[in-house]
Every structure is written in C-alpha cells, then in structure tokens.
T-cell receptor
Framework: DVKVTQSSRYLVKRTGEKVFLECVQDMDHENMFWYRQDPGLGLRLIYFSYDVKMKEKGDIPEGYSVSREKKERFSLILESASTNQTSMYLC??????????FGSGTRLTVV | QQQVKQSPQSLIVQKGGISIINCAYENTAFDYFPWYQQFPGKGPALLIAIRPDVSEKKEGRFTISFNKSAKQFSLHIMDSQPGDSATYFCAASKHGGSEKLVFGKGTKLTVNP
C-alpha cells in the first residue's frame, strides 16, 4: 500500500514563527498536494506539485510556500505563522489524477 | 465552473437505514468522480469511484448513481451501520491528465445505533 507520512500529528507554534510541515510518500508518485481542512469549509488546496522543483498555487496560497527538492518529499512552509492558520493540514500524493492517497494530517495550533 | 456542490452538510441516519449524499458539478469536461471517506483523526481515503460511461457502480453496501444529463452524482449507503459514521467527500476531475481533484465541502454522516 502507498504510504503518505506527515512528520507531526500535532504542532503548537507561536505567532510569527516559521513553521515547516513535512510530507513523505513511498510509492514514487509524481503528484503531491497540500490541503487545509476547516469545519464547514471542506478541503482547500494550498499548493501542489507535479514534479521535482515544480510547484503551483492552489486556491489559498497566501501566507504559505512549498518546497520539493526530492520526488518523495513535499514540504509546506508557513513563513510567519498567524492564528488564522490554525487548522488541520493534509498532504496527499497521486500517480494518476483522481486517485489520491492522503496522510493522517497535522493539526497545527498557532498561539 | 470548477465547483462541486455537495449536500447535505450533515446527515443523521438510524442503523439499517439508507444514507444518501448528493453532488452536482458544472464542468462538462469532468470524467472521473470519486468519493472519499474520512474517519476522525485520519486522512480521507478513496471509497469508490465512477466514470460517466456507466450510470451506477456498486461495491458492497456503497453505490454511486450518476446522471450525466443532470450533471449530478450521488452516494447511497445501504443498511447503514454505526461504523459508517464519517465525513464523506465527493470529487471530480479529468482522469489521467494533470488535472487536480475538485472536492465538495463534505458531509458528516452519523449513524445512530
């Protein structure tokens, strides 16, 4: 089975800190995605990547950046964390469009 | 045109009942319609998917019904069980290309014992 691993299940960070969320997949998938999930808002796409060193903005990229230096790793960076970035963050990967495998998520709290 | 509208936002069903979740889309280029199931504390997982060349797909107690002319598709859960309590997301995309999934906002299903 494809496994998508997110480095932390829970994180608490202070306002203004630079935050790194790491995601690693083990099945050589080209496509990787970062979503945030908030009650009533569903899954909102932050950034995605179709190849190494390639990135594209999703629907809500403001305040975030990403890095994909290796095929298996896709990092989400909060340049200066704010309280409105408190959320559940989900990483996903796919080989063929539509069949996503998600990680278990990182619940980030910014205080 | 990129939206997928999902309803209801929440649903409560008695054990043994039928759960029905509906989705509608606008983009006629979509040709792949998956449903994802998410349990608390977990990421969403692919449950079942359909292509528009068929009107229905069944896997166990889960059935997708697809109406191409109405641009609607729905998930039916027969004989609903408390273990089916989860959040369900419909989605759509152009399969096989680099198009990303467009998700509905989710339905929280609660099946009471």
């Amino acid at each position: 089975d494809v496994k998508v691993t997110q480095s932390s299940r829970y994180l608490v960070k202070r306002t203004g800190e630079k935050v790194f969320l790491e995601c690693v997949q083990d099945m050589d998938h080209e496509n990787m995605f970062w979503y945030r999930q908030d009650p009533g808002l569903g899954l909102r796409l932050i950034y995605f990547s179709y190849d190494v060193k390639m990135k594209e903005k999703g629907d809500i990229p403001e305040g975030y950046s990403v890095s994909r230096e290796k095929k298996e790793r896709f990092s989400l960076i909060l340049e200066s964390a704010s309280t409105n970035q408190t959320s559940m963050y989900l990483c996903a990967s796919s080989l063929v469009s539509g069949t996503y495998t998600f990680g278990s998520g990182t619940r980030l709290t910014v205080v | 045109q990129q939206q997928v509208k999902q309803s209801p936002q929440s649903l409560i069903v008695q054990k043994g009942g039928i759960s029905i979740i509906n989705c509608a889309y606008e983009n006629t280029a979509f040709d792949y319609f998956p449903w994802y199931q998410q349990f608390p504390g977990k990421g969403p997982a692919l449950l079942i998917a359909i292509r528009p060349d068929v009107s229905e797909k069944k896997e166990g107690r889960f059935t997708i019904s697809f109406n191409k002319s109405a641009k609607q598709f729905s998930l039916h859960i027969m004989d609903s069980q408390p273990g089916d309590s989860a959040t369900y997301f419909c989605a759509a995309s152009k399969h096989g290309g680099s198009e990303k999934l467009v998700f509905g906002k989710g339905t929280k299903l609660t099946v009471n014992p």
